[in-house]
């Protein structure tokens, strides 16, 4: 592919900066449960990872009162509040050489409580230059609301970021503002929705240093040049 340069870097949170898949699956599928509701693997990867919570409320229980719904995606809420996530290999290593280098986002669909939850677990809380969640946008993932927001909180244009996504919704959301992605994960499925590539982890992915002050993605790895960079 043609080499792009980046001047920031945004990171998805469930399933990319955290190993969470499998409890967000078990919170909904659970309550589903609970309800009589049964739900499939199809149904999973359409309309759970990487959507904002009231979609998956609405496509799951949707002919429940506006009351009951609320009532039942606090039990949603509870079930991932209380479960511990290990970070995804590797990607604290690529935070550590990023920062100082690049500024850089945390896009997620989750809420703000738990988004701090999990930067405090992980000790993360000054990683990230802004945050943004899934109240932040009138128009979640797949819709590029979420990256349009972060490209501007941190200076610079859609196209002008690199971001790290682990599901279709997350890929189409980037690559509508114009952001390289890249896949983190096994979804064989994201290359063919638009990410440049896909790795099964950060510890997969090659990143060089090099004397020049861009930053750039070429031949299957990043660049980092040596330039601080600073927010607008």
Known sequence: MTPRTFTAVCFDMDGVLIQSREIIELAWTTVARQYAIAVDQAFIDEHIHGRPGGYTLQALFGRFDARKRAAIKQEVDAIEERSACALMPGVAELIGRLKGRVPMALVTSSWRARVEHVLQQHD???????????????????????????AARLGCRGDECLVFEDSVSGVQSATGSGALCIGIGDDPTLTGHGAVCAYADFTRLPVSLAAESAHGYADGGLVLGAREAVLS
């Open 124 to 150: 993360l809380v000054s990683a990230f230059d802004t945050v943004i969640c899934r109240d932040d946008v009138r128009h979640g993932k797949p819709a590029p609301d979420p990256y349009h927001l972060a």
